[in-house]
């Protein structure tokens, strides 16, 4: 079992829709938990993060995480075609080498 | 400021040649990272480095070897690919303080036949 588990999509939305990305992960002792967004044929870049649970909001997009249940989710509000990427969830121990364990990854296209 | 840059982008090697990918910093990062990216399988950790002249074992070391001589250069080798091999390798850097924020380069796509 992976450490962090995503589903893969693809998630096709109309444009305006509210998004719902989710993930689950297993190890209780991560600490940080993060958003990147990949763009096709780019490097992954950081989105949001939160430190242990509870919410976080940047705009229109919000990271909740839930430590009781080790889920991780996004939210997209009003969503945008340049919003079609793959959103990948992170999570790390917050040890002295800030490995990030990364889900698969879910790729979304934003319909005009 | 280039930020995270990788060198070759495309590259096609037939099965037991050897080759380097290059990771170049200069945002005077300690650490740096060198992962694989495969379908389904997300981002994997092949090899890291705390620090310059020092480099730890990752998810899936096996087939690889790294070094960090610079500080702003991390090297990833291949001395014999094979077609299990072919993927995208994103070189990352970030500050040890940030537990959250690395810094992705654009990406390497091998192909080895």
């Not at chain 1, 992960?25 to 949001?48: D, T, V």
């Not at chain 1, 976080?56 to 340049?82: H, N």
């Not at chain 1, 992170?90 to 005009?112: E, W």
Request: charged letters at 15%; aromatic letters at 12%; proline letters at 5%.
């Amino acid at each position: 079992q992976k450490e962090v588990e995503q589903d893969p999509g693809p998630l096709s939305v109309p444009e305006g829709a509210i998004v719902s990305l989710n993930c689950t992960y297993s190890n209780s002792a991560f600490q940080y938990f993060m958003w990147y967004r990949q763009y096709s044929r780019k490097g992954p870049e950081l989105l949001m993060y939160t430190y242990s649970s509870g919410n976080k909001e940047d705009g229109r997009f919000t990271a909740q995480v839930d430590k009781s249940s080790k889920y991780i989710s996004l939210f997209i509000r009003d969503s945008q075609p340049s919003d079609s990427a793959t959103y990948l969830c992170a999570s790390n121990y917050g040890g002295a080498t800030n490995k990030l364990i990364f889900g698969t990854g879910t790729l979304l296209a934003v319909q005009p | 400021n280039a930020g995270v840059t990788q060198t070759p982008k495309f590259r096609v090697l037939k099965t037991g040649q050897s080759m380097t990918l290059l990771c170049a910093q200069d945002m005077n990062h300690e650490y740096m990272y060198w992962y694989r990216q495969d379908p389904g399988m997300g981002l994997r950790l092949i090899h890291y480095s705390v620090g310059e002249g020092t480099t730890a074992k990752g998810e899936v070391p096996d087939g690889y070897n790294v070094s960090r001589l610079k500080k702003q250069n991390f090297l990833l080798g291949l001395e014999s690919a094979a077609p299990s091999q072919t993927s995208v390798y994103f070189c990352a850097s970030s500050y040890p303080h940030t537990k959250e924020t690395q810094y992705f380069g654009p990406g390497t796509r091998l192909l080895v036949l």
